[in-house]
């Protein structure tokens, strides 16, 4: 009875809240075991675990999928995978299998996941199963919090800021078609209702997490009506957010600024294509694909996959790709799931091995191996106080 009251309680939390992002992290069914505990607290023994699904991708995510397995069960995190692989370029896509990850994804509300690769040939269907995914499942928000990692030093160091893509719309829309031969048209939609959706999510998020400014990011100088409306959504939103500063700047400026003097942002928001871009420019800057976690949210569900999207094919199989994205993606995923304890324990290990300097990835400036790293992560679990 009394999971049952919390769990009621918890729904009608969550109806008052004015960000649908927040909801079904309230509405879950939650483990009064894991929940009752403080974070540096060691739970009870779960009663039972909670079901994600897990998509490895393409390229060396199911390596990274493994690394998270690997570190899962030795901290004996009460998760559950159900795996399912969709790829394009290894013939395991079809609309099947499509379904049965959606299905599983519905049910669970959860998910991690790894790059789906989008093959460049056109063979009949412009929309690849990545994006199909995020539109079926109305995954507008993609969240990647860019951080320095104490330990590893770049050119800026002590960075703290959060890019929020909208990724259901712009240029990403998959309509084009050959207008007469030779010439190819491609729309991008903006629309006012999502607009407005991403920078109510921008300012709520900014809201919640006690940042202090939202920048807009936007090329209406060029395209006045798009890029316009973009803007004139984030300005109206701005306006019921009097506490937080607001501005905006043009892409390509925030593409420099972010270069010479990534300090002045805190959260910045933007539509899609603009997003993919700064992803993986920010990335750049604390030491590239293999560090930096994301998420992207909808009303209903999340999906935990790293910041900047890369299936690095090139590694398959050598055993050299950096699972630091996907560790701190899968604590993010805990957190969600409001197992604190078990989301620290995760990325406080990562974290250590980092700044301990002795296990270092390629792309890092070391030679480990990926197994080294985890088994770093791993010995780092094992020695962790218990109280």
């Not at 995914?133 to 990692?149: E, G, T, Y």
């Not at 109206?236 to 700047?249: D, G, T």
């Not at 799931?337 to 290990?349: K, P, Q, R």
């Not at 091995?353 to 770093?376: E, H, M, N, P, W």
Request: with cysteine.
């Amino acid at each position: 009875m009394m999971a049952a009251a919390l769990r009621g309680s918890l729904v009608t939390l969550a109806k008052g809240l004015s960000c649908p992002w927040l909801q079904p992290l309230c509405a879950r069914s939650l483990s009064l075991t894991a929940s009752q505990n403080s974070p540096d607290t060691p739970p009870a023994r779960a009663d039972s675990t909670f079901k994600v699904t897990m998509v490895p991708g393409d390229g060396v995510g199911p390596e990274l999928m493994t690394a998270v397995k690997e570190v899962f069960k030795a901290g004996d995190v009460p998760v559950e995978f159900e795996e399912f692989h969709l790829s394009e370029v290894q013939n395991m896509a079809s609309e099947e299998k499509l379904d049965q990850v959606l299905s599983s994804m519905k049910a669970n509300r959860v998910a991690i996941k790894g790059k789906i690769h989008t093959p460049m040939e056109y063979k009949g269907e412009l929309a690849s199963y990545e994006m199909r995914l995020r539109r079926k499942l109305d995954l507008f928000a993609n969240v990647v919090h860019v951080n320095s990692l104490p330990g590893y030093s770049t050119r800026h160091n002590n960075l703290d800021l959060v890019i929020i893509r909208e990724q259901t719309e712009g240029e990403y829309s998959s309509l084009e078609h050959e207008s007469v031969k030779g010439v190819i048209e491609c729309l991008k939609i903006i629309t006012r209702e999502k607009s407005r959706r991403i920078a109510k999510f921008a300012f709520d998020y900014a809201t919640k997490k006690g940042r202090n400014k939202v920048t807009a990011v936007h090329k209406a100088n060029i395209m006045k009506l798009g890029d316009g409306l973009f803007l004139q959504s984030c300005a109206e939103v701005a306006e019921l957010y009097p506490k937080i500063k607001y501005e905006n700047i043009i892409i390509d400026n925030c593409c420099m600024q972010l270069v010479q003097n990534p300090y002045q942002f805190d959260v910045l928001v933007m539509p899609n294509l603009y997003g993919n871009i700064i992803d993986n420019l920010a990335a750049g800057l604390v030491g590239g694909a293999g560090v930096v976690p994301g998420e992207s949210y909808s009303a209903e569900y999340a999906v935990f996959e790293t910041g900047a999207r890369h299936p690095f094919a090139q590694a398959v199989g050598r055993n050299i790709a950096n699972p630091t994205a996907m560790l701190l993606s899968a604590a993010n995923m805990l957190r969600h799931l409001n197992l604190e304890y078990h989301s620290n324990m995760v990325s406080e290990a990562v974290k250590k091995v980092i700044k301990q300097g002795k296990v270092r990835t390629r792309d890092l400036g070391g030679y480990s191996t990926t197994g080294d790293f985890v088994r770093a992560v791993v010995a780092n679990l094992r020695h962790r106080p218990t109280h």
